[in-house]
């Protein structure tokens, strides 16, 4: 299958589950890194912020296609 037809098709409900763990990862991540700084002293960085709330916007648009990919799978 060539690039082209792999971006065209829908993901599957096992390649949105493997999304949906790496933004979880990610999400995790900052939050450890924000919490490192705050014990550190040192201030908060905006830019994790700013990752975080394009990680929840990324989070809730995977969930919606996961579910809508759950419900046209055939039972």
Known sequence: MNEAALN???????ELDARIRGAKYRQRSIFEQMTRRELEGRTSLAMFNTMLDELEAELEKLAVQRDVATNQSPK
């Open 8 to 14: 065209a098709r829908e993901p599957t409900t096992e």
